[in-house]
């Protein structure tokens, strides 16, 4: 089977040109993820979808993020205007329905992202 | 206070010893918890499950305390192939219990 899918796996882009990063959840998965790994601040939830609706987005750092789901096979975290600060690894994850116990979730390969 | 906190190491260990990583958590109302190994440059993958009665899987033996709100990962007869970070995860019980708190890891670095 596959796994998630996240594209591109790099990015390196100038500051402030608009980014944006993709992802395939495992079919038949209900919830989605968005996490942010940085070497300072370790592994972070931006936010999470179930079933394509937004659940929480407290993690979103600020106005120039923002994630869609507009279907269950796909999902979209976009930064406009991008920053140097905003260089990261982004990772997407999916789990299925009974996702209360964390060896359900998947995570995919990430995105490798630089903002120079 | 951070809600996951780990050493960050890095343990740097000869193979075949026994290494032991500890990890706290500020939220007692915290109902699930997890060891995620991290290989260099790669995505997390879950370890394991840590249960309250405590549980293994072969060399690795998780725990976990409650009351101090403290977990560990033991690790026996380390082998070259367990160098990587491994995080303690908590799931966070506000929003259904979906989001679960990664610490920030703890590298393990197994030596000839």
């Known amino acids: 089977d596959a796994g998630v899918i996240q594209s591109p796996r790099h990015e390196v882009t100038e500051m402030g040109q608009e980014v944006t990063l993709r992802c395939k959840p495992i079919s038949g998965h209900d919830y989605l993820f968005w996490y942010r790994q940085t070497m300072m601040r370790g592994l972070e939830l931006l936010i999470y979808?179930?079933?394509?609706?937004?659940?929480?987005d407290s993690g979103m750092p600020e106005d120039r993020f923002s994630a869609k789901m507009p279907n269950a096979s796909f999902s979209t975290l976009k930064i406009q205007p991008s920053e140097p600060r905003d260089s990261a690894v982004y990772f997407c994850?999916?789990?299925?329905?009974?996702?209360?116990?964390?060896?359900?979730?998947?995570f995919g390969e990430g995105s490798w992202l630089t903002v120079v | 206070r951070k809600e996951v906190e780990q050493d960050p190491g890095p343990f740097n260990v000869p193979e075949g010893a026994t290494v032991a990583f500890n990890c706290t958590y500020s939220?007692?109302?915290?109902?699930?918890f997890f060891w995620y190994r991290q290989d260099c440059r790669k995505e997390p993958k879950l370890l394991m499950s840590?249960?309250?009665s405590g549980n293994e899987d072969g060399r690795f033996t998780a725990q976990l305390n409650r009351a101090s709100q403290y977990i560990s990962l033991l690790i026996r007869d380390s082998k070259l192939s367990d160098s990587a970070t491994y995080l303690c995860v908590v799931n966070d019980p506000t929003g259904g219990g979906n989001k679960l708190t990664f610490g920030t890891g703890t590298q393990l670095k197994v030596e000839l």
């Open positions: 979808f179930n079933n394509n609706v937004p659940i929480d």
């Open positions: 939220n007692s109302a915290s109902q699930s």
């Open positions: 994850a999916s789990s299925p329905r009974d996702s209360y116990s964390g060896n359900t979730i998947y």
């Open positions: 840590v249960y309250s």
